[in-house]
């Protein structure tokens, strides 16, 4: 049975223990180990700490690169008439996606005789609104 003897013996040993464990220097945060001192510093401000973040992944390439690379010869026969019915649009959808749109850029010269006949038609069009 517990009495307020027994209480003040134990709240005794108890507070004996405690000075005895704390020594000078090492306390709350101040032990090497302590979980205040394993904590990361916080980033500065404008700094982050996974400036490229998680890669994405584009499960529509693999499928279009999966497809290209596995069926070459249906591939090549359905393009080809896609082509053939004038429908380049197909091709050129499904090549960006499985590679990438192109990082050149084409350039297209036109020739005098080209320029001499839009120059021509133009003149003719605004020749003929005004009549």
């Given at each position: 049975?517990?009495n307020a003897?027994?209480i003040?013996?134990?709240?005794?040993?108890?507070?004996g223990s405690?000075?005895?464990?704390?020594?000078?220097g090492?306390?709350?945060?101040?032990h090497?180990?302590?979980?205040?001192?394993?904590?990361p510093?916080?980033w500065?401000?404008g700094v982050?700490?996974?400036p490229?973040?998680?890669?994405?992944?584009?499960?529509?390439a693999?499928?279009?690169?999966?497809?290209?690379?596995?069926?070459?010869?249906?591939?090549?026969?359905?393009m080809?008439?896609?082509l053939?019915?004038?429908?380049?649009?197909?091709?050129k959808?499904?090549?960006?996606?499985?590679?990438g749109?192109?990082?050149e850029d084409?350039?297209?010269?036109?020739?005098?005789?080209?320029l001499a006949?839009?120059?021509?038609?133009?003149k003719?069009n605004?020749?003929g609104?005004?009549?």
């Amino acid at each position: 049975m517990r009495n307020a003897d027994s209480i003040e013996e134990q709240n005794a040993r108890v507070e004996g223990s405690t000075q005895r464990t704390r020594r000078k220097g090492i306390g709350s945060g101040n032990h090497p180990n302590s979980r205040a001192q394993l904590r990361p510093k916080p980033w500065p401000k404008g700094v982050s700490g996974n400036p490229g973040g998680k890669p994405g992944y584009d499960v529509g390439a693999k499928i279009a690169r999966t497809i290209f690379e596995s069926n070459e010869e249906a591939i090549y026969h359905a393009m080809a008439e896609a082509l053939l019915r004038g429908n380049a649009y197909t091709f050129k959808e499904l090549c960006e996606r499985a590679y990438g749109k192109l990082k050149e850029d084409v350039v297209h010269h036109a020739d005098e005789a080209l320029l001499a006949a839009l120059a021509a038609g133009r003149k003719r069009n605004s020749d003929g609104d005004g009549s």
